[in-house]
């Protein structure tokens, strides 16, 4: 496979040009190159980070997420993320972007989630045909067990199981046909569920929480092991790099090249509205331009591609004025609506010494962390072919005897604070204030971590730990993300606003509260001595408050700064996901998404992606081309 160099991309015309070699990115350029006569450029500021172990070995994540996101767990409590704050953003730079360094869980989130997008302005974009762009992307690899001539009509067939031998010890089976079986993204069971994650679920039933064996149709209340991007034939990561790129890098109508810094679109402006023509970039230390006949599509991620629209001159006036870039097009709404997913450190526990719960603070012994590389190596299951797939959603109402008391609370901040918001941002709010009293729709989500995790304290050699680990599913916190100078090297100045809205810390506080409790409780109590994170020393009240507030964190799924709404509404794209007042800019990646969802983000991520290739087919910039 061989990657374009800047001979044949430099003063090169191209159909379309794709901003971001990530998940989408990738994903939008196999499908458009499916036809021969269309030509595509994609600009990839990262590397290539070709065949590289770190990425491809699945339990690889937990040193690659932040550059080495679990180092912090063996520190004293991080600071506070509050205010406005910098920082440098590496999250998925290179080829597959994050899908190359996330958690691997694949799962979709609620019906209501998605029908929201329609009913915020977006004729379209409702379940089933976010479901139908899924299927579409997605390969569950099924078929290396049980053939599909085997046939499915008896009752022990209703099922898509796992490997047999994990069957029945896992609870790996999903309903037939929820899952796609023909597309690019190779998904799978796990080879290795931790011990620690059958006595979690095993607990939470015994609480009344129901197993769920069909996640992906719209309902995801409960708990369940989730399928992940594993390639069941090679047990390595699947990702939007071998999905959509390494299978088609021979097309000759698609050339993909590395290192390329965008600086901004080329554009110009008539009576028509914004037009682009090409990209500038910068590769080697030297500035180059691409030009399109057709579109320009931003897929670079809901930090950067608002960055580089106000750096192209589209974006609120006011901040494009102050950081020095000609306003080619007032658009307020770029930049806002920042929203995401915001984890606690967790609960962490100390497991007994006498169990064989397999978990991953074993590789910090450099023997054993030997013998596991060379399992790996040699194909054979073990500690690095494990992934976090223990996971469970619930309703406030579910884990806190004080969910009336949160929710009214809320009700009445919105409405005696209507006048601080626009019309848009209160009909989000009335949706999410919806979703949270309905006792059917899940509120947080949290995960087993088969390893130690949280602060104040530090792990012992030796020991095994297995942690919860919760997170937000629908804050109502809402940040942005903004150029503070016209220089493109410049990160841009973000302020996430977490926990601008107080329910935010509520639902976190209570869902801590639970998780802490769940260690009290069999038969999760049996297989653990005691819990190490945060101890005995932090026990109720603002002591809890305190704690959460100061160890929540990123999850790295942002959102909502490039809002598929409504110009009225603050929106930055239309339906057809074209920015608004430009005749051929579109952007088609995370951060079109006007709400945020009950899941991991991938499989939005890869369902956009593939509706955008669908909306550019029937356009006519591809007719022409």
């Known amino acids: 496979m061989v990657l374009a160099d800047i001979a044949r991309i430099s003063g090169q015309r191209f159909n379309f040009v794709i901003i971001g070699g990530g998940t989408s990115g990738l994903c939008l350029a ?14 990839e500021a990262g590397p290539a980070h070709l065949n590289d172990p770190a990425i491809l070995t699945p339990a690889a994540f937990t040193r690659q997420i932040a550059n080495s996101e679990y180092d ?51 004729p379209g974009w409702n379940w089933e045909s976010f479901e139908k762009y899924c299927k579409r992307s997605e390969r569950y690899d099924a078929d290396e067990l049980y053939p599909r001539s085997v046939s499915t009509e008896s009752t ?8 047999p031998e994990a069957l029945s010890k896992y609870g790996q089976k999903y309903e037939q046909d929820t899952l ?78 590395t290192g390329a810094f965008v600086n901004k679109i080329i554009t110009s402006v008539s009576q028509a509205g914004v037009t682009a023509s090409g990209v ?14 057709g579109d320009v599509v931003l897929c670079a991620g809901a930090l950067q591609s608002p960055k580089i629209l106000e750096l192209s001159g589209i974006g609120s006036k006011k901040i494009l004025e102050k950081a020095g870039v000609e306003t080619k097009l007032d658009l307020p709404g770029v930049g806002n609506n920042v929203q995401e997913h915001i984890s606690h450190a967790g609960v962490s526990f100390e497991l007994k010494d006498d169990n064989d719960i397999q978990t991953w603070d074993l590789l910090r012994n450099p023997d054993i962390a030997a013998k596991q590389r060379e399992l790996y190596i040699n194909q054979k299951q073990g500690l690095l072919t494990m992934v976090p797939s223990s996971l ?3 309703p406030l109402q579910t884990f806190s005897h004080s969910a009336a008391a949160i929710i009214n609370r809320q009700a009445e901040r919105l409405q005696k604070d209507s006048h601080l918001y626009t019309a848009a941002t209160l009909a989000q709010y009335q949706i999410q204030l919806a979703n949270l009293r309905d006792p059917r729709l ?5 995960i087993g971590f088969p390893g130690f995790r949280g602060y104040p304290n530090v792990p012992e050699p030796g020991k095994r730990y297995y942690s919860l680990v919760p997170a937000l599913c629908h804050p109502f916190s809402r940040g942005s993300t903004h150029i503070a100078s016209n220089d493109p090297r410049d990160i841009p100045r973000i302020d996430p606003c977490y926990l601008e809205q107080s329910v935010d810390l509520d639902i976190m506080v209570e869902i801590f509260k639970f998780c802490r409790s769940l260690g009290k409780e069999g038969p999760l109590k049996d297989i653990i001595t005691k819990e ?22 990123s999850t790295w799924h942002t959102c909502g700064s490039l809002s598929m709404l409504p110009l009225e509404s603050g929106g930055v794209v239309d339906p057809q996901l074209k920015v608004w007042g430009t005749s051929n800019i579109r952007v088609a990646d995370l951060s079109v998404a006007p709400l945020q969802v009950a899941s991991h983000t991938q499989a939005l991520v890869y369902s956009i992606a593939e509706k955008a290739a669908d909306i550019i087919k029937n356009g006519s910039n591809y007719s022409s081309a």
């Not at 022990?156 to 490997?163: D, E, K, L, Q, T």
Request: proline share 6%.
């Open 30 to 43: 196999a499908r458009l190159t499916e036809n021969p006569k269309v030509t595509v450029a994609v600009l």
């Open 72 to 122: 912090w767990m063996f520190k004293t409590a991080p600071q506070a993320h509050t205010g406005d704050i910098e920082y440098t953003i590496n999250s998925g730079k290179g080829l597959g972007g994050s899908s190359c360094m996330n958690f691997l869980a694949y799962n979709r989130p609620t019906r209501e989630d998605i029908d929201a997008y329609e009913t915020l302005g977006n």
């Open 156 to 163: 022990a067939w209703r099922f898509i199981p796992g490997r």
């Open 180 to 257: 796609g079986i023909d597309g690019n993204l190779a998904l799978s069971f796990p080879a290795v569920v931790s011990g620690g994650d059958l006595a979690l679920r095993a607990t939470l039933e015994s609480k009344g929480i129901r197993a769920l064996q069909s996640p992906l149709q719209g309902e995801v209340t409960g708990t369940w092991c989730s399928v992940s991007t594993i390639d069941i034939a090679t047990q390595t990561r699947a990702n939007s790099v071998t999905a959509y790129l390494q299978p088609n890098m021979d097309r000759p109508n698609l050339r993909v090249l």
């Open 280 to 293: 500038e970039f910068t590769h080697g230390g030297v500035v180059h331009e691409v030009y399109t006949d």
């Open 392 to 394: 469970t959603f619930l």
């Open 442 to 446: 899940p509120d947080i989500e949290f």
């Open 532 to 553: 190490v994170n945060p101890g005995p020393d932090i026990l109720e009240g603002d002591q809890i408050r305190e704690h959460v507030k100061l160890g929540f964190k």
